[in-house]
């Protein structure tokens, strides 16, 4: 059975102006996600700004979510880390925390080869035997690409590690991954872009960085697929074309604590090195957001 099936959010981590994770606002921003029919948050991902939270601040959002959510909808915690020490440690909590599924980016800047990946996933998989593993590839940010086979031997072979989040861009080297598989792995999307092309190759969702400001339409557009309505499911995708263009304008996730800005929620700043968007790209991004029939706070 499937972690979750649908649309999954890549939370952004709201903060305080002086930089201090804005929990009021977090309880905030999942129960609009609950209501909007999101199917389940992912919190301290990449797009939740992991890299530059301190150990304690990223355990605590997990620990926050996990109690706050109460689950109404399954909670996957990003853990991972470029050292499997590390990640080991915050899996652990997070599983301890009553997480339903760790969410395990690989390796950054180390490049590991294929054999030090299945080290890496094994290691961490063996330290929480009862706690499901998502993989997840995104060598555009991490220097390091999971390939097919070394996806397949890792779901075949670890009794908890079930499931992959594809952010490769690679349909084909998807397509490959689900074949050498052999119905073993569970995938997820990793770019709003290609849910509707890698639901196809088998794939249970997506976890969505549009989810933070279209939570419904990007849970509806999986549901339709899921149900056999592909033309619905294929318009909602290409109306959001546009906008997930402008949400991946600039590195992620500037763009999406703009929009999140822009149409009020109040999120706040950015940690850096990233820092706020090109007035530019905030103005077409702003167009975009009108366009696709969300509301900016002026209107």
Avoid: W
Wanted: net charge negative; charged share 20%; with cysteine.
């Amino acid at each position: 059975m499937a972690i979750f099936t649908g649309a999954g959010v890549a939370i952004v981590t709201p903060m305080h102006e002086d930089g201090r994770v804005n929990y009021e606002k977090l309880e905030e921003m999942l129960e609009f996600q609950i209501a909007n029919g999101t199917d389940a948050v992912i919190i301290c991902g990449t797009t939740g700004e992991s890299s530059t939270l301190t150990h304690g601040e990223h355990l605590q959002a997990i620990h926050f979510t996990i109690e706050k959510v109460a689950k109404r909808i399954p909670v996957i915690a990003g853990t991972g880390s470029n050292s499997t020490e590390t990640a080991i440690m915050m899996s652990k909590e997070a599983a301890s925390y009553g997480a339903d599924a760790v969410l395990l980016v690989t390796p950054y800047y180390n490049k590991a080869t294929q054999k030090g990946l299945i080290a890496h996933y094994t290691a961490i998989a063996n330290e929480i035997p009862d706690t499901p593993i998502i993989m997840y590839n995104v060598p555009s940010r991490t220097g390091c690409n999971i390939q097919p086979a070394t996806a397949a031997y890792l779901a075949k072979n670890v009794k908890n590690i079930v499931g992959i989040k594809e952010a490769c861009g690679d349909l084909s080297q998807i397509a490959k991954m689900m074949s050498l598989a052999e119905g073993q792995i569970e995938l997820y999307s990793g770019n709003d872009d290609q849910v509707l092309p890698i639901l196809s190759l088998g794939g249970q969702g997506v976890i969505s960085v549009l989810s933070n400001i279209a939570p419904r339409q990007t849970h509806d557009m999986v549901a339709k697929f899921l149900a056999g309505d592909h033309e619905g499911a294929a318009k909602i995708q290409l109306d959001a074309i546009p906008l997930i263009n402008a949400l991946f304008s600039e590195v992620n996730p500037i763009p999406v604590k703009a929009a999140m800005n822009l149409m009020g929620m109040n999120v706040g700043p950015l940690r850096m090195p990233l820092t706020e968007m090109e007035e530019g790209n905030k103005a077409v991004l702003a167009r975009a957001i009108k366009d696709f029939g969300l509301k900016l706070a002026e209107e």
